[in-house]
């Protein structure tokens, strides 16, 4: 069953330049009646932007979608095609059921008007019947935690408050499918983990979601299936580890190596310059791509162009959220002017399937970092694993072999 | 899961079973026109008074500068008040509704450009500020009643008619207006600016009695405010107002033709107001 099918969608923004012709304030006076009474003004340019380009993808009812892709990729536009906010310049969507959007968090929340009054008002909003609400009403006034506040205005909420309250009442709206944007960019790390433990509920009980959020954790944890959009096209749709891996690769130029000649084109500062970095992986049993199994050698050169400098080399590596994983460093040596080599091993069975980054810095004076390079290397581990029948995502920053986990019977009955 | 459900969003095309829609969501039609008013005197001091102060002292004005400067009350057999009080009423009803609707879509552009309704419901639910005033003010009718010893006509049953008219034909130009507000903010500045001078060419601190045999009567009498004053005149006054058909049929014929087309007008732009708000 179809919840949503979306069809050749395309969405049409005309940007118009308008050049400044006039310098004064006489000029653009006289300038305003002479447009007023003649029919156009050629200086005005005009420049057709595509916010969304023959979009097709279908939504079967159940299904959890992300949708990702960087800034102006036009996700914000394809949500507010599916809530009707504004209509697409071709092409057509057809939804079958009842449909919440919550594009903001306390959408029309009136700041004079206390908390229950906003509650009703929100709700209304939002679709829900009155007896609806009245009948939630106190879940929603203890998800938000906002009982002493329930009769302040909520122009004196905190803006925690605020958000809070918003997103407990969407949180009990009952529709069959719902739209969600990005609404966990906000509030306290406590309360995303409410929301999303929140929309996980909503998801279990069979209802259709669709999740734009640039929280690639998130749209893991809660979606089945994801969208990577790109410039108005959609570039991929389907199962949500390939696409966010896609979507991970196109924002990230994977390469495991990168290398200059001279010092003059190499990125750094006058003190330091990268020479060369890079991913060495030691194949073994003669496989092709990086996997859990694979040990991996970094190198990095550097010219260090001080006369005698106390540096030190620290090595970041980041998995596909952004978060890292790991940071070591070399000890502190004393260098005088010239190319320094560092290496260090990532050992295999260490780490878990996935992306990672690896960022680079110098430090001197073990206190004072000379130079950051960010994301200079990208690699992919692929997932490899025997001996188990389970095929889901292995859970886990790193998959150490090395902490085996033993077991044995004991003496005694049951 | 029933056909009926099913949703089809295109270009150029409002939802199928658009009035079935606003029927459904007529709560909301509620609930915004409860907040208008809830929200209308939130931190002032006197409240709910407001509403009995505005009519009020308009009433009182216009007696004073109709009544008594431009002598306008020696030609009235019943006390001047009672004459320009149904004037007020109407006129305080329509320009307000007027003011409120025009900016309506403008002013909730944080609900357009964030959710979905049908986007009618907005100018519709901003009758609820005004009829409540309308309804202090009626009480403050009653009031003078008394003060005059005056007992109202039977017509006044048909007050409603004419209060409903009344709002009619601020829907019919505000509707229209607040759509083009939507994309030229002109209108913004238009619309205080007929507020502020309308009663001038409405018959609310005289009787259109004055003016009835003028030969620009016909062109006065496009003004709806007109027809829908005297209505009330009628309504209440009773034998001192006679009943006026040569303002009643235009205003009619206005009221008919500028919700029709303004309806028609907001359904064709809804659907790009998130563009230009």
């Known amino acids: 069953m179809k919840a949503i099918s979306i069809e050749n969608i395309s969405k049409k923004y005309i940007l118009s330049h308008k050049k400044k012709k006039y310098q004064n304030l006489k000029e653009s006076v006289s300038g305003f009646f002479t447009e007023l009474f003649t029919s156009k003004d050629e200086e005005e340019t005009k420049e057709v932007f595509w916010a969304l380009r023959n979009v097709s993808f279908d939504i079967e009812q159940g299904d959890r979608i992300g949708i990702v892709g960087s800034n102006g990729a036009g996700k914000s536009t394809l949500l507010k095609i599916l809530s009707r906010i504004t209509e697409p310049t071709s092409g057509q969507v057809k939804v079958n059921g009842r449909m919440a959007s919550l594009l903001e968090v306390g959408t029309g929340f009136h700041p004079e008007l206390t908390g229950r009054e906003n509650i009703f008002l929100n709700g209304a909003i939002l679709g829900m019947k009155q007896h609806e609400i009245r009948s939630q009403f106190d879940e929603i006034v203890s998800f938000a935690g906002i009982e002493k506040f329930l009769d302040t205005p909520v122009k004196r909420y905190s803006s925690g408050m605020y958000v809070r309250l918003g997103f407990a009442i969407a949180a009990h709206l009952e529709p069959e499918i719902l739209i969600v944007d990005e609404v966990l960019a906000v509030g306290d790390s406590e309360f995303q983990k409410k929301c999303l433990g929140k929309m996980k509920d909503v998801s279990s009980s069979g209802r259709t979601i669709l999740f734009v959020s640039h929280n690639a954790t998130a749209i893991q944890g809660l979606c089945n299936k994801a969208a990577f959009l790109q410039k108005g096209n959609l570039i991929k749709y389907g199962e949500v580890g390939e696409v966010l891996h896609d979507y991970m690769t196109s924002i990230s130029k994977f390469q495991l190596q990168q290398n200059w000649e001279t010092p003059e084109e190499a990125p750094g500062t006058d003190q330091v310059r990268i020479k060369n970095i890079e991913v060495v992986p030691e194949f073994i049993n003669g496989s092709k791509n990086i996997d859990v199994r694979t040990p991996l050698k970094v190198n990095i050169e550097f010219w260090n162009m001080l006369e005698s400098a106390h540096l030190n080399l620290s090595m970041f590596l980041y998995n596909m959220t952004g978060e890292c994983v790991f940071n070591v460093g070399s000890q502190a040596k004393t260098f005088s002017k010239g190319l320094i080599k560092g290496m260090l091993e990532i050992p295999g069975n260490f780490l878990n399937d996935g992306s990672y980054y690896i960022s680079v810095m110098i430090v001197k004076d073990t206190a004072d970092p000379i130079f950051f390079m960010e994301d200079a290397i990208s690699f992919d581990v692929a997932d490899w694993r025997e001996g188990t029948n389970w095929y889901g995502k292995w859970p886990g920053a790193v998959r150490p072999i090395n902490i085996p986990v033993q077991t044995w019977k004991m003496d005694g009955l049951i | ?277």
């Open chain 2, 1 to 277: 899961m029933d056909k009926d459900n099913e949703v089809v969003i295109k270009a150029g095309k409002s939802a199928l079973h658009y009035w079935r829609e606003v029927w459904r969501q007529r709560e909301l039609f509620w609930i915004l026109g409860k907040r208008d008013v809830m929200v209308r005197y939130k931190q002032t001091v006197l409240g709910v008074a407001w509403g009995v102060i505005r009519p009020l002292m308009t009433a009182m004005v216009m007696v004073f500068a109709f009544g008594k400067i431009a002598k306008l009350e020696q030609d009235s057999s019943i006390p001047y008040m009672l004459v320009v009080i149904p004037g007020v009423i109407i006129w305080l009803f329509f320009s307000q509704s007027l003011s409120q609707i025009s900016n309506s879509i403008v002013g909730n552009g944080n609900l357009v450009s964030k959710v979905y309704f049908p986007r009618i419901i907005i100018p519709f639910s901003s009758l609820l500020v005004g009829l409540l005033d309308a309804m202090i003010a009626f009480a403050m009718f009653f009031v003078f009643c008394i003060y005059y010893q005056f007992i109202p006509s039977w017509h006044i049953i048909f007050a409603p008619i004419f209060l409903f008219l009344a709002y009619l034909g601020a829907f019919g130009a505000g509707l229209f207006a607040s759509v083009l507000n939507v994309k030229y903010r002109d209108i913004a500045q238009i619309i205080p600016f007929v507020v502020q001078f309308g009663y001038f060419i409405s018959p609310v601190a005289y009787s259109s009695e004055r003016v009835r045999n003028e030969w620009w009567y016909p062109i006065y009498n496009l003004n709806p405010v007109a027809g829908t004053i005297d209505g009330l005149r009628w309504c209440l006054l009773g034998d001192f107002a006679e009943f006026n058909w040569q303002s009643f049929i235009p205003m009619l014929i206005f009221v008919a033709i500028s919700v029709l087309f303004s309806i028609w007008f907001f359904r064709k732009n809804e659907n790009s107001f998130v563009d230009h708000l």
